[in-house]
Every structure is written in C-alpha cells, then in structure tokens.
C-alpha cells in the first residue's frame, strides 16, 4: 500500500496561471516533506521542502504547504511557466529512520501551455 | 562541478546476464542509495549506504546487490537480471545534514 500518492497523474495549466500539484500521505511518523522535478531524460532535482513544525514554506514562485491533521501537502506555483512543464514528485521522511528512505508518490505530470 | 554519474544510461541484456551499473560522485557524500522508478510506482529505494562497507536494503532489495568500497563508488549488481528488473534506475548522495537527494541521470535497463 503507498503511504505517499499523488492521485493526479496529470495536469495541465494556462501559462501565468496558479498550478497547484497535491499530495496525501497516510504515515504520521512522517516529518519532513520534499518535492522534486524531474524532466525527460533527467534525473530528478530538488525544489523545495517543508519540515512537519511548519505549515508553509516559499521560495520565489514556489510554495508548499503542509495541512498535518489532513496528512495533506500541495505545491503551488506562480505564476506558471512553460519551462515549469515536467513530472514533479512527493517524497516523505520518516521520524525513525536515518533519514534514507524517503518514500515517494507516484508523481505528477504538468503541463504548462503557452 | 558537483554531480552523480551513472553508467551506462541505457542497457538491453538477455534473462540471465549478470551485469553492473556504476555510480559516482564528486561530493564526498556519504550517504548514496539506489532507487528504481516504475509508471505510477514513483521512485523505490532498493539500497542505501551510509559510508563506507556500511549498506542496507530499502523497499525493493530482492534480486539486487551493492558495494560501497570507495566513498565515492556505489556499484548496483544485477547477478541474475529477470524481465521485471526492466525499469529506469537512478542512484543518489547526499551529505548527513541535507535531506535532498542529488540524482543521476539515470540508466534505461531492458531485460528481454
């Protein structure tokens, strides 16, 4: 059973509009929260993180919030960018591990149309 | 500049073969570990090393070996590959106090 799931695998949004990429997890053990992009023929890159005490966290266009009660996160981006258009995955770790496994969603394909 | 290098980034091999992608980066990370990613599975982490000659399984160890001989080195064996190991492979570091992972480009393995 995922813990981690990204139940949309698409999505698809107006250039210079919101695009908002959600995430829900099921393990409470869970304390810090990241979010990557990955483009074709790449590996997968670092955008932002949330550890379990925050509720939100921005950097430039990107925000992620974190709804602890709802086992909900969500990454907003504005305002959306073609160059945006890739898969962006969730991933969770867990308090009692060394900080190794990270458990990610099944991820989400965006795209952001001119 | 800093990176993790995979090779190869595509391999076709026949049920049976034993075959190495290697790892390597240029961080002095310590930690690395192996993920494999599959349609609507996401990323499953198959081995990870803490340091040197220190490695333990992830999610998806079965039919999959590692080494960690050299701090930078982190080799994935396929002693026996089957047509289910048929997945795209990504080995990552990163350094004790960073929770994000660097990722390599990655490698296409086709087992036929």
């Known amino acids: 059973d995922q813990q981690v799931k990204q139940n949309s695998p698409s999505l698809s949004v107006q250039e210079g509009r919101i695009s908002i990429l959600n995430c829900d997890y099921t393990?409470?053990?869970?304390?810090?929260f990241l979010w990557y992009k990955k483009y074709p023929a790449e590996g997968p890159t670092f955008l932002i993180s949330?550890?379990?005490?925050?509720d939100k966290n921005e950097d430039g266009r990107f925000t992620v919030f974190l709804n602890k009660s709802a086992k909900h996160l969500s990454l907003h981006i504005v305002p959306s960018q073609p160059g945006d258009s890739a898969v962006y995955f969730c991933?969770?770790?867990?308090?009692?591990?060394?900080?190794?496994?990270?458990?990610f969603g099944g991820g989400t394909r965006l795209m952001v149309k001119p | 500049e800093a990176q993790v290098t995979q090779n190869p980034r595509y391999l076709i091999t026949v049920t049976g073969k034993k075959l190495t992608v290697t790892c390597s980066q240029n961080?002095?990370?310590?930690?690395m570990s192996w993920y494999r990613q599959d349609p609507g599975l996401g990323l499953r982490q198959i081995y990870y090393?803490?340091?040197?000659?220190?490695?333990d399984k992830g999610d998806v160890p079965e039919g999959y070996k590692v080494s960690r001989k050299e701090k930078r080195n982190f080799p994935l064996i396929l002693e026996s590959p089957s047509p289910n190991q048929t997945s795209l492979y990504f080995c990552?570091?990163?350094?004790?106090?960073?929770?994000?992972?660097?990722f390599g480009s990655g490698t296409r393995l086709t087992v036929v």
């Open positions: 393990n409470s053990m869970f304390d810090y």
């Open positions: 991933a969770a770790r867990g308090i009692n591990n060394a900080g190794n496994m990270l458990t």
């Open positions: 990552a570091s990163r350094s004790p106090g960073n929770y994000g992972y660097t």
């Open positions: 961080m002095n990370h310590e930690y």
């Open positions: 090393s803490m340091n040197v000659e220190v490695t």
């Open positions: 949330i550890s379990s005490i925050k």
